[in-house]
């Protein structure tokens, strides 16, 4: 529902200035069963501001299937069309559309440490073009290691499996 707030100001400039549909650009980096429910949730969102595809609103989806190297082609296309906001689903797809862009807005969901990533400098004040919400701050880190503790007393190892590869737990 946040993210259909944060699309309202500038779908509705967009729709008065040319007479068109605005486009709404969705970039994600996989077809997953969880970005499928993605969708739905924010057609719905859209719906409850009285958005309806293909009505008054245009979605341009875009995903790189698994194919994380497509990411940055799909964001350029979406800036190219031009479309009047970008929408993404993960860190990936975040970090590409705020590379492809510095005028369109970009609202982010499902970024695993948007301030780690980089592609916020403060949770109070963003920056930039870029905004949107997390649900897995690194903060609770501490938390949750607790919490299996609490649960599991007699646990006296913890594994933990790490992808470097993945772009908020790449340095620098």
């Keep these: 529902?946040?993210?259909?707030?944060?699309?309202?100001?500038?779908?509705?400039?967009?729709?008065q200035q040319t007479g068109k549909l605005p486009q709404v650009g969705v970039l994600t980096a996989v077809l997953a069963p969880t970005t499928k429910l993605f969708y739905e949730v924010f057609q719905q969102g859209l719906r409850e501001l009285g958005y309806v595809e293909g009505q008054n609103i245009a979605l341009e989806y875009r995903s790189a299937e698994g194919k994380y190297e497509q990411l940055p082609a799909l964001a350029a296309e979406l800036v190219g069309l031009p479309v009047a906001v970008i929408v993404t689903w993960g860190t990936p797809a975040a970090l590409a559309a705020q590379r492809a862009t510095t005028t369109i807005p970009v609202v982010f969901t499902a970024v695993a440490d948007p301030l780690l990533s980089g592609l916020?400098?403060?949770?109070?004040?963003?920056g930039g073009n870029i905004t949107g919400?997390?649900?897995i701050p690194s903060e609770l880190d501490t938390k949750r290691l607790q919490l299996l503790k609490e649960a599991v007393p007699s646990a006296s190892r913890v594994a933990v499996l790490w992808n470097p590869e993945f772009p908020p737990n790449v340095e620098g």
Excluded: E, K, N, Y
Aim: aromatic share 8%.
């Design 1 to 15: 529902m946040l993210i259909a707030c944060c699309l309202w100001a500038p779908l509705a400039s967009d729709a």
């Design 120 to 126: 916020v400098r403060g949770f109070a004040q963003p």
């Design 133 to 135: 919400v997390t649900h």
